[in-house]
């Protein structure tokens, strides 16, 4: 069956990098596009990144662009997502997502999700 497992959460002060990774199995991971989204307490999930399946295109929500960076190895089935100049506002539970793709509006989740990892900014 298709896994998604996502590592390299923590927590970090704020200005502080975390490099999050996504290892895929189960799934043709070189012809999905990936992306990631997160989760605050108290919020909808909501869209980070999104790569295209060849890696180039990445996609990224206003709110993290100019300090997250999405990128893919298709030889390793590995997705990731190097957060910078983090803020405590990106505190969340960050999920790795498969066939991610956009629906005339938004960036919508396919449906393969990671169990998700947990990134805590403290100011």
């Known amino acids: 069956q298709v896994q998604l497992v996502e590592s390299g959460g923590g927590l970090v002060q704020a200005g502080g990098s975390l490099r999050l990774s996504c290892a895929a199995s189960?799934?043709?991971?070189?012809?999905?596009?990936m992306g990631w989204f997160r989760q605050a307490p108290g919020k909808e999930r909501e869209f980070v990144a999104r790569?295209?399946?060849?890696?180039?295109?990445?996609r990224y929500a206003d709110a993290v662009k100019g300090r997250f960076t999405i990128s893919r190895d298709n030889a390793k089935n590995t997705v990731y997502l190097q957060m910078n100049s983090l803020k405590p506002e990106d505190t969340a539970v960050y999920y790795c997502?498969?066939?991610?793709?956009?629906?005339?509006?938004?960036?919508?989740?396919?449906?393969?999700w990671g169990q998700g990892t947990q990134v805590a900014v403290s100011s």
């Open positions: 997502n498969a066939d991610t793709s956009w629906n005339g509006s938004s960036y919508a989740p396919g449906n393969y």
């Open positions: 189960g799934l043709p991971f070189s012809r999905y596009a």
């Open positions: 790569i295209s399946w060849s890696g180039g295109t990445p």
